[in-house]
């Protein structure tokens, strides 16, 4: 009886400790959501505010105005990014599913995971979402600066030493590098699907090249990092063009600068079909989609 009653007791403590991590994991996600909204915030509105000084009186008057433009569109929203990273992350693992210590480290080529994770797994609709959302936001970043080069309207009309495309380029890369690798990891989930319900999914049993996978796609997630890496670099592969066309270029300059494009474009694309190869692979690795596990 006093067994009975000490596993029954122990059972409920767990709960409420897994009921206390899912509420504090949804506030961290909030946390994390509004951070990257702020950051979003700033990059916009300082190119905004940016845009409306750069015609006004040079006497030094917007000076401090423009200096407070130049730091919302510098380092501060990727600081920021960074802090909501580390929200969602944290917030989404707590919320979704748990952490624990490993009871029994993989034998792998770096054997050494002290925990591991499981989770929840994203319902497909939601992942469709937050790529919309990611096409969205990458795509505003990155489409304003490049219709600029070529009509020579808004941000190209802002003097030299005020110009930000540079600034919402690098952000926009990086949010659409995030995007490319969300759309991989749906592609990821859905091939393991198709996997699991072939019946190549079986535990215990081990699928060709299951070690190379388990530590190329499950441990390190190399597949989306690849994709993700492939995406920044598709577009900053359009930053040769900034200087090479519009009203005043001439065919020499697009000709120097396309064949640094087109290569920089061919890599991206090839990472990014190296990346999907190598997620619709994940099934190999012999692992639950929905978990993970420390590299230390």
């Known amino acids: 009886m006093t067994d009975g009653l000490t596993g029954e007791a122990l059972a ?11 509420a ?24 905004l505010v940016m845009t409306a000084v750069a015609g006004g009186p040079d006497d030094g ?14 380092a501060t929203p990727g600081v920021i990014l960074l802090l909501a990273m580390c929200g969602l992350v944290a917030g989404e693992q707590l919320r979704r ?18 925990m591991v994770s499981r989770f929840r797994v994203l319902p497909i609709g939601w992942h469709v979402f937050w790529i919309v ?36 380029l690098i952000y926009g890369s990086i949010g659409f590098g995030v995007t490319v690798a969300a759309i991989v990891s749906l592609i990821k989930k859905l091939s393991y699907y198709r996997a699991q319900a072939a019946g190549k999914v079986q535990p215990g049993v081990d699928a060709p090249g299951r070690r190379f996978w388990r530590f ?7 597949d989306l990092w690849l994709a993700g890496l492939g995406g920044v670099i598709l577009v900053l592969a359009l ?26 474009c061919a890599l991206g694309v090839v990472m990014i079909v190296a990346g999907i190869v190598c997620a619709t692979n994940f099934w190999r690795a012999g692992e639950e989609l929905g978990s993970g596990e420390s590299a230390a």
């Open 61 to 74: 008057s917007l000076d401090s105005v423009r200096g407070l433009a130049a730091v919302a569109m510098g």
């Open 24 to 47: 504090f994991g949804k506030v961290l996600s909030i946390i994390g959501g509004v951070l990257a909204a702020v950051a979003f915030v700033l990059l916009v509105g300082g190119g």
């Open 239 to 264: 930053t040769p063009l900034s200087s090479a066309v519009g009203a005043t270029s001439s065919s020499s300059e697009v000709a120097d600068a396309l064949p640094w494009t087109i290569a920089f």
């Open 97 to 114: 599913g748990a952490m624990k210590r490993n009871p029994v480290p993989p034998d792998t080529v770096l054997p050494s995971a002290s």
């Open 216 to 222: 190329f796609d499950y441990r390190w997630r190399f």
């Open 12 to 22: 409920a403590r767990q709960e409420r400790v897994a009921a206390s991590n899912r």
């Open 133 to 168: 959302v990611g096409l969205v936001v990458s795509l505003l970043l990155v489409g304003l600066p490049v219709i600029s080069w070529f009509t020579g309207g808004w941000p190209a009309s802002v003097g030299d030493e005020n110009d930000f495309s540079r600034y919402w």
